[in-house]
Each structure stands twice: as structure tokens, then as C-alpha cells.
């Protein structure tokens, strides 16, 4: 066990013994190489510097109950990272590869992984960028794939607390047909302005609507947008840009698990104020109500401010229990390490 304040860790970037990384050259992918130094070498022509052309995938594994290491929905991530780098003409990582890579890399570091009861995980970040010079516009012809993990802390310490959004009507994340349905980099840096807006303003999260009319409901700039109606429906918005969230998949499955109605379907804005609870999703910290979105002048509340809704709470609880090992994962959604 390393020496670490567990229960004082937050989200942030922490160096661990060393990342797993694989180049693909002349077709084909590299041997896994462990590699201990976090700076990397890199031609001043390499193509995800001037063009754009970086893919990246968030996910965690957990330290459960029984001792044993977990990391939940690998494959998910390995299918969406496959996709993205289609979309971006980059390399594609097979999914057994990619599998493969983040065990290699959390069993490396395992004394990182937090341990149990601390509400700790240890985060992963895959990441495929083109490293083959390139400076007419067209794909690199090397890729390089690698996995780096870090500890991270429980998001919220004591319970959840429900935040305030801003709609953000001044700029978009993603254009209709564009790329906000696969994992880039550039969909982040198209969001930082709104976001460091918002922030100054005193919204943690921002909320988009489709560029196209600015009426139907879109996500998070960094998480997926869920409703839970007042009879206990779970609605999530349909739409071509909205990033296909593994944390929205597995929260959609649960609900109908439990019962629920679940609906993926376009969410015009104006249904907002009838919904008995929202929420943000994605995988660092799973669900973050929301109780007041702005728009301009008008302010819409859902729900109570000081705590988190009866059903978020119980789709939250049941996701966490199936992570850290005390509920039956009947999906088959953990791999142990
Ligand atoms: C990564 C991401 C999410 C959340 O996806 P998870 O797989 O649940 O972590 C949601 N929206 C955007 C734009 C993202 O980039």
C-alpha cells in the first residue's frame, strides 16, 4: 500500500509507477511497453498536435469488498474509444487490446487502487493520439495507445449535493452532424469557454441545447442529461450529438432493472420544469443532481436543494453497490484483475 492520504484525495492528476503503452506502425500494433517516465518524446509535427487527431476514454476500477480488483465495463469504453478513432481516421485499438491494456496498467499500479470503505477508486484514462508527422492535412501514419491510471477520491463526502446549470445559449459544444457523438479532445476545448463562463458566474455545469434550434435538450458539457418524471420515468435525450455516456447505459439498464419506465427520446427544453428530479451523469462521479437551471432570466427548480432525489439516490446507491462488490452483478459489468 502506498502512503497516501486516501480519504483526502480529490480529482486530480497524480504520477504512479508507470503507464502501458503500445505504438502502431506499418499496420500494426506494438507490444505492450510499461513505461515509468510520464513525459513522452514526441516528432513536432505529430499530427494530434496540429490537427486535432487525439481520442480519449474516462473509466475506473474499484477495490471491492472482498480484497479483489475490478474495473467496470471495460469493453464499453474499448467499443466507444473503436468508434472515435474511426470518426477521426486514427488507428483503431481492438477491443481485446484495449481490454487487455487498462488490466495490464491498473495491476501495475494495484497499491495505487484505493482501498475499500474509503469511497476511492482508481480512475483510468486511456488515450490514442496520432504521433506520425504530418503537416498536409491528412491521418498520421503512427498512432500511439496508451493507458494511464491515477487514485482519486469520493466526489462527494457526505451524500450527494444537487448544483446549479446554466443553459448556455451564446456558444455550441457539438454541430448537428458534427463530433460531439465520439470522444475528442476538441469537443473539450470548444466547451472551455462556456464552461469557465458558467463557472465564474457561479454554475459548476453547463447545460446545452441542440445547436440547430436551441429548443430540445442536449447534455452536460461533460456528462449526460437524465429526468426523472413526476410518475417515475427515466428520460434521457436522443440525439446524434450527444456522447453515448457507459455511466447513462448502466443507469438506463438499472431503471428498467428496478422497474421504471425508461424513455431515450428527444427532450424539449420546456419540459424541464415538469420533471420531479434531473441529474448530470458520467463516470467520475456518477450522478450529480441538479436542482435550478438558468436560462437567461428564467430559473427553473426541480426538486430540493439541500439533498438528492428519492430515485437518483436509489439508481446511485444500486450503481455504487454493484461497483464496489456488494450487490450482484448480474450483468456481468466488473472485470477483476
Ligand atoms: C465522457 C463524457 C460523458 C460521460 O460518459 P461516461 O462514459 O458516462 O463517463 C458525457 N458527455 C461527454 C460530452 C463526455 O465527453
Not at 487527431?53 to 475490478?70: H, I, N, P, Y
Request: charged share 25%; hydrophobic share 40%.
Amino acid at each position: 500500500m502506498q502512503n497516501i492520504d486516501w480519504n483526502g484525495l480529490g480529482f486530480k492528476y497524480m504520477d504512479t509507477h508507470c503507464h502501458v503503452r503500445y505504438v502502431w506502425r506499418d499496420g500494426k500494433w506494438s507490444d505492450a511497453e510499461f513505461v515509468g517516465e510520464p513525459r513522452m518524446k514526441m516528432h513536432i509535427a505529430a499530427s494530434c498536435l496540429h490537427y486535432g487527431q487525439e481520442a480519449f476514454e474516462g473509466l475506473k476500477a474499484f477495490r471491492c469488498r472482498d480484497g479483489k480488483v475490478r474495473v467496470f465495463r471495460p469493453e464499453a469504453n474499448a467499443e466507444r474509444m473503436f468508434n472515435t478513432a474511426r470518426r477521426a481516421c486514427m488507428a483503431q485499438v481492438p477491443v481485446d487490446m484495449f481490454v487487455d491494456a487498462v488490466k495490464k496498467a491498473v495491476k501495475a499500479n494495484e497499491d495505487y487502487v484505493p482501498p475499500y470503505g474509503t469511497g476511492g477508486s482508481m480512475y483510468i484514462r486511456p488515450l490514442l493520439i496520432g504521433t506520425g508527422p504530418q503537416i498536409g492535412v491528412a491521418p498520421a501514419d503512427e498512432y500511439t495507445f496508451l493507458v494511464m491510471v491515477m487514485p482519486v477520491g469520493a466526489y462527494y463526502k457526505g451524500g450527494l449535493k444537487p448544483v446549479r446549470a446554466l443553459v448556455v445559449d451564446d456558444w455550441d459544444r457539438a454541430a448537428p452532424q458534427g463530433m460531439g457523438d465520439v470522444k475528442v479532445g476538441g469537443n473539450y476545448a470548444a466547451s472551455l469557454f462556456a464552461h469557465e463562463t458558467a463557472k465564474h458566474a457561479g454554475y459548476p455545469v453547463e447545460l446545452y441545447l441542440d445547436a440547430k434550434t436551441h429548443t430540445f435538450v442536449e447534455e452536460f458539457a461533460t456528462s449526460n442529461f437524465i429526468g426523472i418524471t413526476k410518475d417515475g420515468a427515466y428520460v434521457t435525450p436522443d440525439s446524434r450529438s450527444v456522447l453515448p455516456s457507459v455511466t447513462n447505459r448502466t443507469l438506463k439498464q438499472i431503471a428498467a432493472d428496478l422497474g421504471m419506465k425508461v424513455e431515450t427520446r428527444p427532450v424539449p427544453f420546456d419540459e424541464i420544469e415538469t420533471f420531479a428530479e434531473v441529474a448530470a451523469c458520467g463516470t467520475a462521479v456518477v450522478v450529480t443532481p441538479v436542482c435550478e437551471i438558468t436560462r437567461g432570466d428564467r430559473v427553473i427548480r426541480i426538486g430540493d436543494p439541500d439533498g438528492c432525489g428519492p430515485v437518483l439516490q436509489k439508481l446511485y446507491d444500486t450503481v455504487q453497490g454493484i461497483q464496489y462488490g456488494l450487490l450482484p452483478d448480474t450483468h456481468g459489468w466488473c472485470v477483476e484483475v
